[in-house]
């Protein structure tokens, strides 16, 4: 099993930037896919950004050119630095991490509010 811990959620203005972080502990060796999703309330989940164990990315259209996804593989940590937030960001946001050969684990939320 692999567990999550995601932490830097909260309320920003519209503009704003949040740093949301995610510590993996537990069976974390062969992980190799490492990303957030995010849920708005009254909507599905939808996938945010991924990373590889490799260093590729991948970016939902409507998040790219303002967030920016990374992991340190020593510290098995995902990160999502998240620069001007825009009130459809809001949402509750998981991390999640794939396991070879296929195995998902996620968080259980952080909860971004983009509001003036």
């Known amino acids: 099993q692999v567990q999550l811990v995601e932490s830097g959620g909260g309320l920003v203005q519209p503009g704003g930037s949040l740093r949301l972080s995610c510590v993996a502990s537990?069976?974390?060796?062969?992980?190799?896919?490492m990303g957030w999703y995010r849920q708005a309330p009254g909507k599905q989940r939808e996938l945010v950004a991924f990373?590889?164990?490799?260093?590729?990315?991948y970016y939902a259209d409507s998040v790219k050119g303002r967030f920016t996804i990374s992991r340190d593989n020593a510290k098995n940590t995902v990160a999502l630095q998240m620069n001007i937030l825009k009130p459809e960001d809001t949402g509750v946001y998981y991390c999640?991490?794939?396991?070879?050969?296929?195995?998902?684990?996620w968080g259980k939320g952080t909860l971004v509010t983009v509001s003036s």
């Open positions: 537990g069976r974390t060796s062969s992980i190799d896919r």
């Open positions: 990373i590889s164990s490799g260093g590729s990315t």
């Open positions: 999640n991490v794939v396991r070879l050969p296929n195995n998902n684990y």
